[in-house]
């Protein structure tokens, strides 16, 4: 018999996908066969899966966490922001637009939700679901899809999260539990999470919210210091090392509709590079590395990037001997022109930043797909995902920044111009310690450093570890024989 568990939160940003992510890995190391599911994700960092469709990237580290190979039942609904508009993905492909703040079509979407969830319970022991946001939004309450509706068709036992690193945390618990109303009953767990300090202080707060709720306090998670994949972007922070004389000074430029800033993530996995955002007016000329990240309205971002003089000041950094990469919407940005004849972000055409020979068009089916490939410039294989609505063409013969495999076919893939200006449309390139540390080098060389140390793990490898530490504290801080009873896993 198929089990479930509803990890739902007091806000946004409590814990719920790395908690749902820490249950997953634990049971699953127990021996049973286990699930993620959320039924409506709004994020800018996504990936793809084997199967060529896009879903939340946390869908996909929970779904590494069980692991098992993600697939777009996992996060059936995904809202990506566009600026004045949403664009709906639905069961990973795109599915249309929406206008911020007003309802989806709710029948649509809930058929696909509760076959997606359906699904899962056929083929897993434990699906593991996370809720979306609050329970408590009373303005939402009628269009909820991904929270309490869904714990009433299924009837799944909901663990409540509450962040104790903004203050708080009891009101949070105890005023989402009474705003509920007739699916309070639901409750059957409360959580506090980062919480720094001795746990002793907290007792005769958790004793009074027991005896409020009759709900009982299954524990209270540590403040962890995780690289794990951050759900939406909205806090999105490098982790960095204080900068030393002789380390990469590499700056990641800071847009408004930044997507997949997880790309760049793996950089923090090297001692001797400095990483953090750069603004567009900011002095370039203290960096070794500008990288131009994807963006999910290329037109807009460019446009605010010819406000400030970027292309001029970007091709100073340039004769002074720095390096620049554009993946992605960053990739396209460094072109001649992007056109938009189907209105995909704004319709019409603005200019790029003029650095290739490249043009680009935004189409309206999205590419999707895996790619495995060489990079020949520094002679390692290289691993990554696309995922786009342009398909950019050279203007002129540019050497190829990879050869890349797909379906028995290998083809050429972005651009190399003067050892100085890289574009690509890879996701995920820097995942490879072998090729991080190649093109890392490659930049110190240009740059006269020496080269670097040798090169640190892969991030899967590393992302392992991290997720059995998170597991590991699970296990440590949560009442796991009380949990497995309410699972049903055990009688006591």
Request: charged share 25%.
């Given at each position: 018999m198929p089990h479930l568990l509803m990890v739902q939160g007091t806000a946004s940003g409590v814990g719920k996908s790395l908690l749902v992510t820490g249950l997953l890995r634990y049971f699953t190391r127990k021996g049973l066969r286990c699930a993620p599911f959320k039924a409506q994700n709004m994020s800018l960092h996504s990936g793809v899966t084997p199967k060529g469709e896009e879903i939340a990237r946390a869908q996909i580290l929970q779904a590494q966490a069980a692991r098992i190979p993600p697939d777009a039942r996992m996060n059936p609904v995904l809202l990506k922001p566009e600026g004045g508009s949403i664009q709906v993905v639905l069961l990973g492909k795109v599915w249309g637009k929406a206008t911020p703040f007003a309802p989806l079509p709710k029948e649509v979407f809930w058929d696909a939700i509760v076959e997606s969830l359906s699904s899962l319970l056929a083929?897993?022991?434990?699906?593991?679901?996370?809720?979306?946001?609050?329970?408590?939004?009373?303005?939402?309450?009628?269009?909820?899809?991904?929270?309490?509706?869904?714990?009433?068709?299924?009837?799944?036992?909901?663990?409540?999260?509450?962040?104790?690193?903004?203050?708080?945390?009891?009101?949070?618990?105890?005023?989402?539990?009474?705003?509920?109303?007739?699916?309070?009953g639901y409750f059957q767990g409360f959580i506090i999470n980062k919480f720094r300090g001795n746990r002793e202080v907290l007792e005769p707060g958790i004793r009074e919210l027991e005896r409020l709720t009759g709900v009982p306090v299954l524990g209270v998670l540590p403040y962890l210091s995780l690289r794990l994949d951050d759900e939406d972007g909205l806090n999105f922070t490098f982790r960095t090392r204080p900068y030393r004389p002789g380390m990469l000074r590499v700056g990641v430029v800071q847009l408004p509709h930044a997507a997949n800033l997880t790309d760049f993530r793996p950089l923090e996995l090297e001692d001797d590079v400095y990483i953090r955002f750069v603004f567009p007016h900011e002095d370039l000329g203290t960096f070794d590395l500008l990288i131009l990240?994807?963006?999910?309205?290329?037109?807009?971002?460019?446009?605010?990037?010819?406000?400030?003089?970027?292309?001029?000041?970007?091709?100073?950094?340039?004769?002074?001997?720095?390096?620049?990469?554009?993946?992605?919407?960053?990739?396209?940005?460094?072109?001649?022109?992007?056109?938009?004849?189907?209105?995909?972000?704004?319709?019409?055409?603005?200019?790029?930043?003029?650095?290739?020979?490249?043009?680009?068009?935004?189409?309206?089916?999205?590419?999707?797909?895996?790619?495995?490939?060489?990079?020949?410039?520094?002679?390692?294989?290289?691993?990554?995902?696309?995922?786009?609505?342009?398909?950019?063409?050279?203007?002129?013969?540019?050497?190829?920044?990879?050869?890349?495999?797909?379906?028995?076919?290998?083809?050429?893939?972005?651009?190399?111009?003067?050892?100085?200006?890289?574009?690509?449309?890879?996701?995920?390139?820097?995942?490879?310690?072998?090729?991080?540390?190649?093109?890392?080098?490659?930049?110190?060389?240009?740059?006269?450093?020496?080269?670097?140390?040798?090169?640190?793990?892969?991030?899967?490898?590393?992302?392992?570890?991290?997720?059995?530490?998170?597991?590991?504290?699970?296990?440590?801080?949560?009442?796991?024989?009380?949990?497995?009873?309410?699972?049903?896993?055990?009688?006591?």
């Open positions: 083929e897993y022991d434990l699906v593991c679901v996370e809720g979306m946001g609050s329970p408590a939004e009373l303005n939402l309450r009628e269009r909820d899809l991904a929270n309490m509706s869904l714990a009433r068709h299924f009837h799944i036992p909901v663990l409540l999260v509450g962040d104790i690193e903004g203050g708080g945390v009891f009101a949070a618990l105890y005023g989402t539990w009474a705003l509920t109303q007739e699916d309070r990240p994807g963006t999910k309205n290329t037109c807009y971002d460019l446009r605010l990037l010819q406000e400030a003089s970027f292309g001029e000041r970007l091709a100073g950094f340039l004769a002074q001997g720095g390096v620049v990469l554009g993946v992605c919407g960053g990739f396209q940005m460094l072109g001649e022109v992007v056109r938009d004849p189907h209105g995909i972000e704004e319709k019409g055409e603005i200019q790029g930043l003029g650095l290739l020979p490249l043009e680009t068009v935004l189409e309206r089916e999205k590419v999707l797909g895996w790619a495995l490939g060489y990079a020949p410039r520094f002679g390692v294989q290289v691993t990554g995902y696309e995922i786009h609505h342009g398909r950019s063409f050279l203007t002129s013969s540019r050497e190829p920044f990879f050869l890349l495999q797909r379906e028995g076919t290998v083809f050429p893939e972005g651009v190399v111009q003067k050892d100085q200006v890289f574009g690509t449309y890879l996701h995920g390139l820097f995942d490879e310690g072998a090729f991080r540390r190649a093109f890392l080098n490659h930049v110190r060389k240009l740059r006269g450093l020496p080269p670097g140390k040798a090169q640190g793990p892969s991030w899967r490898d590393f992302i392992e570890a991290e997720l059995d530490r998170l597991a590991d504290c699970c296990a440590a801080h949560l009442n796991m024989p009380l949990l497995e009873r309410i699972l049903g896993l055990s009688e006591r």
